[in-house]
Antibody, heavy 123, light 107 residues
């Protein structure tokens, strides 16, 4: 059973870089079955897709964040990482990692998701 | 970007009621539409993919329909665990986008 678990600092200072890790269990990040995704949700607000990565290293980022985001895969540790630079208070959110399943006939979706981790940007 | 608009934004209903939530895309997305349920303090959970396909393990009281720009999620008989927030999401093109959410509350 595929499971994902996010970890990282809960507090980041403005202008610094947010760094999170998603530990994948139940499958290898390099199996090719899934893409791996990061999604965030500011407090009491909706969901925003940050980006996807395939094990080959191919990445797809939200243009609204592209200049500040790096998503990478660590196959040796079965991790997926997120880095977001030059953070401000607007980046305060619960950050989720999720698997992105893609196949034919309209079938593309995020499932499952990790439990999420709250990151607060504050001095 | 494709904008996803849900209606209503909030809804009050009772256990056993039938409810319908609507999602409209700003351009055609064929059947590339997913629905998620998010309970308070929890991660979203996939309910419906490809507009009308029920994800494995999801109760049959959930159903989805629509194509193109207009979609609906129907819950045939509300259960206590269904009082949550529901999101639609288009998977037609990046950036993948979500609706603003529909909060389903107990009447």
């Amino acid at each position: 059973q595929l499971q994902l678990h996010e970890s990282g600092p809960g507090l980041v200072k403005p202008s610094e870089t947010l760094s999170l890790t998603c530990t994948v269990s139940g499958d290898s990040v390099s199996s090719g079955t899934y893409y791996w995704a990061w999604i965030r949700q500011p407090p009491e607000k909706g969901l925003e897709w940050i980006g996807n990565i395939y094990y080959s290293g191919s990445t797809y980022y939200n243009p609204s964040l592209k200049s500040r985001v790096t998503i990478s895969v660590d196959t040796s540790n079965n991790h997926v990482s997120l880095k977001l630079s030059s953070v401000t208070a607007a980046d305060t959110a619960v950050y989720y990692c999720a698997s992105w399943y893609s196949s034919g006939w309209y079938t593309n979706y995020f499932d499952p998701w990790g439990q999420g981790t709250l990151v607060t940007v504050s001095s | 970007d494709i904008q996803m608009t849900q209606s209503p934004s909030s809804l009050s209903a009772s256990v056993g009621d039938r409810v319908t939530i609507t999602c409209r895309a700003s351009q055609t997305i064929s059947n590339y539409l997913n629905w998620y349920r998010q309970k308070p303090g929890k991660a979203p959970k996939l309910l419906i993919y490809a507009a009308s396909s029920l994800q494995s393990g999801v109760p049959s009281r959930f159903s989805g329909s629509g194509s193109g720009t207009d979609f609906t999620l129907t819950i045939s008989s509300l259960q206590p665990e269904d009082f949550a927030t529901y999101y639609c999401q288009q998977s037609y093109s990046t950036p993948y986008t979500f609706g603003q959410g529909t909060k389903l509350e107990i009447k």
